[in-house]
């Protein structure tokens, strides 16, 4: 594992969209499940949506039917389009493997207002 750097976040109203970006370095990307997770001050870190090296995906269930995860395998770069956003999405956001860490990102902010 050696970079992960995430992008797109932004401060929108509720209702509105966002779509986040990972660019990974080949070594942690290729063959690896990749997970989107959210961190707040008054919450343990929160795996909001993972998807296999094949596409498999899995959602939170707090999150299921708003956001969608994909992955372009060519790019080593996972996306995460959230609509309908809620103030409760209200994160710092982070990429990285599903289990077996090595550094972690800077994350990306997502403020929603009501």
């Given at each position: 594992q050696v970079q992960l750097?995430?992008?797109g976040g932004g401060s929108?109203?509720?209702g509105?969209?966002?779509r986040l970006s990972c660019a990974a370095s080949?070594?942690?990307f290729k063959g690896n499940a990749m997970g989107w997770y959210r961190h707040?001050?008054?919450?343990?870190?929160?795996?909001v949506a993972y998807i296999s090296s094949g596409g498999s995906t899995y959602y939170?269930?707090?999150v299921k039917g708003r956001?969608?995860?994909?992955?372009d395998n060519a790019k080593n770069t996972m996306y995460l389009q959230m609509n309908r956003l809620k103030p409760e999405d209200t994160a710092v956001y982070y990429c990285n493997t599903l289990g077996d860490f090595g550094p972690w990102g800077q994350g990306t902010q997502v403020t929603v207002s009501s």
């Amino acid at each position: 594992q050696v970079q992960l750097v995430e992008s797109g976040g932004g401060s929108v109203q509720a209702g509105g969209s966002l779509r986040l970006s990972c660019a990974a370095s080949a070594s942690i990307f290729k063959g690896n499940a990749m997970g989107w997770y959210r961190h707040t001050p008054v919450k343990q870190r929160e795996l909001v949506a993972y998807i296999s090296s094949g596409g498999s995906t899995y959602y939170a269930d707090s999150v299921k039917g708003r956001f969608t995860i994909s992955r372009d395998n060519a790019k080593n770069t996972m996306y995460l389009q959230m609509n309908r956003l809620k103030p409760e999405d209200t994160a710092v956001y982070y990429c990285n493997t599903l289990g077996d860490f090595g550094p972690w990102g800077q994350g990306t902010q997502v403020t929603v207002s009501s």
